[in-house]
């Protein structure tokens, strides 16, 4: 390299760092978006199984009024009533599912959401998880579930997903103060 062009050597390191940290704000932004997208349209899918009644929501009916999720099939484990459907940035999965209510000692219909990246470190990172006691779980994704690939298919539902408070947490649905359910 010639003498004369040394002074410009830094500068071209600075423009190469800015030019990294600029890659890596977009990709951050990337990934909040598709979190953010994926929280509303998990709120939306629950607030419109909320609505069903029987406690046996179809995940079509569900779709109706959500934009950009469409349905797509997937062979699902034996004995599971499972559907999925994806957008851009992540798969929602709907389960239904039978279980005994502790207080009246009676067989309930019963439903849970999930939703994980499609693209694990670029659509999103986190996975969230919203029942049908209205109670919505952020997961860290602590095996990186990415689509159909990755960790694929979630237990349904998470095995004593309350009792994990290091790996999920409650938080608030969207539109909804902290501390409400």
Known sequence: ?????????????????????????????RIGRGEQRALQVLDALGNAAERVAGGAPRLDELLAGVDAVERFAVEAPPGSDVDYARDRSYVYALARFTQRDVETNTLRSDWLLRAWPLDFGRTGDAEYQLGSDGVLWEGQNLRGRSGTETGFPPPFPEPEIADRPASWWKRPRPGQPAGQR
Do not use: S, Y
Request: glycine residues 6%.
């Open 1 to 29: 390299m010639p003498r004369r062009l040394g002074p410009f050597l830094p500068l071209l390191l600075v423009g190469l760092l800015l030019m990294m940290r600029e890659t890596q704000t977009r990709a951050a932004e």
